[in-house]
């Protein structure tokens, strides 16, 4: 499968008439062919318009056929081999590992949601049988399915080329659930992107499906981004990046004549709360990890733990002094674009610029490559943090984090309290911080999505029970998920049938239950 720089609109490959974007390698800033030539508001109403065509048809596939399309585009992707993986390192800088094990993740969540789709318990069937004898009055016969709300945008993510962009996580789910999908590329990795386009494609067409189930558009800038979330077409976003772009896309779907939900993940400093009897039992141990979580790829995951909380003590200084030895000789890492290098920069200078804020440590630096991001360590008093929170509770996009001091229990539950929404807070905890630990996790229910006891934040496993989101900024709508078999629910939405004919109600509620699938029977 070659790389051809074109925009794979339904079965048609179209070259772009606006500026081009090419893949850059971020370890030497080398510009990489082929170059990509962004697309019209002529090629967004192509897309859209064949992913609308396709809705019509897609959305009544049965359980079996969206299994098998989903299994045939892990299959595609896993076909394509090395090639794959060689270019997504060529333009992100990862490591060949980290991306070996995101194929697999891309392909593993795609497989899962074939099985969830197998399963049928998230069609959430409900029948509430006749009750003609009923008094004072009868009941009809009501039965209840989930169905997909339409086509849905996609926009991949710069940090994880594979399992949050093309084929990633947003698409499956919106697969899954029968709606057609239109991905805007991220300009990080458009051969990557195209790679797995492909792939896509070559499914749509095996599994005979119309061809505007997938369309894949480039663009720079955002205007693209912004054509879709407009388009009468488009009835979902699905959104991983800054806050910036995620709000400026959550605006425009707000604004349009028939307003549509924005599913966005954007910000997020993931708090780690060191609990008493933690650090007396292993402060250097949990400054070991912590060091380790922070700096695994370069601190490009929204995951990356970016505030430590503890209670000013002798073991706090032991973690401080551990984790500030670690950060020392941690080596540098490329970061994905230079751009992104930028920011992070940018982010540190503010940290450092801020008044209360202390820089521990700084890492290693390789000055032979470009875009190195060197691990930072800051520490500050609670007291500066709870006087300017938005200044010194930044997320900046890399390994960096803040340590903040706390003279008592309540001065860390009130600093939960002025924490803005987060995707994940953490607790390093004993036996013997029960009682704390109960009061942290009640207050930090509000603030989260996912609470973490002796672990990282790090690492998010695909899994049923997973929830990656969280009140706002972390994400967008904080009653969803973007990882996991719930995230299928961002693009489905309740139908009643009442007193419906057997021969017209859809397979999911006829009385044979041809599907066999679990129903909610009353």
Not at 293 to 313: D, E, R, W, Y
Request: net charge negative; aromatic share 6%; with cysteine.
């Amino acid at each position: 499968m070659h790389i051809t720089g074109q925009m794979l609109i339904g079965s048609r490959d179209v070259t772009g008439s606006q500026a081009a974007i090419r893949g850059i390698d971020p370890a030497t800033n080398e510009a990489l062919d082929p170059p990509y030539n962004g697309g019209t508001q002529d090629d967004v109403n192509t897309a859209c318009e064949l992913a609308a065509q396709a809705f019509r048809t897609y959305r009544k596939t049965s359980l079996e056929e969206r299994a098998g399309f989903l299994e045939k585009v892990a299959e595609r992707i896993e076909a394509i081999g090395d090639a794959l993986i060689e270019r997504a390192h060529r333009e992100t800088g990862l490591p060949l590992p980290r991306l070996q094990g995101e194929r697999a993740r891309t392909v593993g969540q795609l497989r899962l949601f074939a099985r969830e789709l197998r399963r049928g318990d998230w069609i959430d069937a409900r029948v509430d049988c006749a009750l003609p004898e009923r008094q004072p009055l009868p009941r009809s016969d009501i039965r209840l399915q989930y169905i997909p709300v339409g086509p849905v945008a996609v926009f991949g993510a710069s940090n994880f080329p594979l399992a949050f962009s093309v084929a990633g996580g947003d698409t499956a789910a919106a697969l899954a659930a029968g709606a057609p999908v239109v991905v805007k590329g991220h300009s990080a990795h458009p051969g990557t992107s195209e790679l797995v386009g492909r792939a896509v494609r070559e499914a749509v067409q095996e599994c005979g499906l119309p061809e505007g189930v997938f369309s894949l558009l480039f663009g720079s800038g955002s205007e693209i981004g912004q054509s879709l979330a407009k388009h009468p077409a488009i009835k979902a976003v699905a959104f991983t990046g800054s806050r910036s772009a995620g709000v400026s896309l959550m605006k425009t779907a707000a604004a349009r004549p028939e307003p549509i939900p924005v599913f966005a993940e954007m910000s997020s400093i993931n708090p780690v709360f060191l609990l008493p009897g933690a650090l007396a039992q292993r402060a250097a141990d949990v400054a070991r990890g912590f060091v380790q979580s922070l700096t695994m790829g370069a601190g490009q995951f929204c995951t990356n733990p970016g505030l430590v909380i503890g209670l000013k003590s002798a073991e706090l200084d032991a973690f401080i002094q551990a984790a500030t030895e670690g950060v020392k000789n941690a080596d540098s890492a490329t970061m994905l674009t230079p751009g992104i290098y930028s920011a992070y920069q940018q982010g540190v200078e503010h940290l450092k610029g801020q008044a209360g804020a202390t820089l521990l440590a700084e890492g290693k630096l390789d000055s032979d490559r470009s875009n190195q991001c060197q691990a930072r360590l800051f520490t500050a008093q609670a007291d500066a943090f709870l006087a300017k929170p938005h200044d010194l509770g930044i997320e900046v996009f890399g390994a960096s984090s803040l340590v903040v001091v706390c003279d008592d229990e309540a001065q860390m539950l009130q600093l939960i309290e002025k924490l803005e929404g987060q995707l994940t807070a953490t607790l390093h905890m004993t036996e013997d911080d029960t009682e704390l630990a109960d009061r942290l996790v009640d207050a930090l229910e509000l603030k989260v999505g996912r609470i973490l006891v002796n672990g990282y934040p790090t690492g998010v496993e695909v899994c049923d029970a997973m929830v990656h989101g969280g009140p706002f900024p972390a994400t967008s709508d904080s009653r969803t998920t973007s990882v996991g078999t719930a995230a299928i629910y961002r693009f489905l939405r309740p139908v009643s049938y009442q007193d419906v004919p057997d021969a017209v109600l859809p397979p999911a509620l006829k009385r044979a239950n041809p599907w066999g699938i679990p129903r909610r029977e009353a």
